[in-house]
């Protein structure tokens, strides 16, 4: 089973997740953190979800009316197997994106393991074949990787217009001159210091591409 890799915008949508234990509180967390609008369905849940700001939660057996307010993505994380499929079934038949945790026959789509630095985010997948080697790179990165290459990102993004400004020959010259282990080093070394040299830099080589376009 191959799957497409997307990442979504889930700041504002409906999302409903199905269970009230671990599993199915680390989904909400994350829904919650992208800002998208969840309810909870489970008879029973665990006291955390109290703690979650905007989250609603419905105390009670899920049923299908649960879905006929259409909600953009439904994750059901239960320890029912039976009420897995039922769902997985109901939201096929209107359309619905499901991901059943750790079913992937019964996903419309599955989670990576997910690592974050700054506007930088890494999702590793193995289809659902073996999560713990997906947890197992995903490891593997944020011990190679740190906010250093967060702070590289942001100080792009502010010369994103200037960039596209300028041809795209020069365009990579410039950036193979900004991306590189080189300035990474430097941001893990230094810091929020090295943004200052890195401007710098970035400035003498766009003045560079501009005189060559002239």
Avoid: Q
């Avoid at 989670?111 to 590793?124: D, I, M, N, Q």
């Avoid at 080697?133 to 944020?142: Q, T």
Wanted: hydrophobic letters at 45%.
């Amino acid at each position: 089973m191959a799957f497409y890799p997307a990442f979504l915008d889930l700041s504002r949508k409906e999302c409903l997740v199905i269970g009230g234990g671990e599993l199915a509180l680390h989904k909400t967390r994350a829904f919650v953190e992208l800002g998208a609008k969840v309810t909870v369905v489970a008879p029973r849940v665990k006291p955390d979800f109290a703690r979650l700001r905007g989250v609603r939660v419905v105390r009670r057996a899920f049923r299908s009316s649960d879905l006929s307010g259409r909600p953009w993505l439904v994750v059901a994380a239960t320890d029912d197997e039976a009420l897995h499929a039922r769902v997985a079934a109901l939201c096929r038949r209107r359309r619905i994106w499901v991901n059943v945790v750790d079913r992937p026959p019964l996903c419309d789509f599955i989670v990576p393991s997910v690592t974050r630095r700054g506007p930088v985010t890494f999702a590793v997948s193995t289809g659902g074949a073996s999560p713990a080697v997906a947890k197992y790179l995903g490891a593997a990165i944020r011990r190679r990787f740190g906010p250093e290459v967060g702070r590289l990102v942001t100080e792009l993004k502010k010369l994103r217009s200037r960039l596209l400004a300028v041809p795209m020959a020069e365009r990579r010259a410039t950036l193979t001159g900004l991306v590189n282990d080189r300035w990474v080093s430097r941001f893990k070394k230094e810091g929020p210091r090295a943004a200052a040299a890195f401007r710098r830099r970035a400035a003498a080589l766009l003045d560079r591409s501009v005189r060559a376009k002239a």
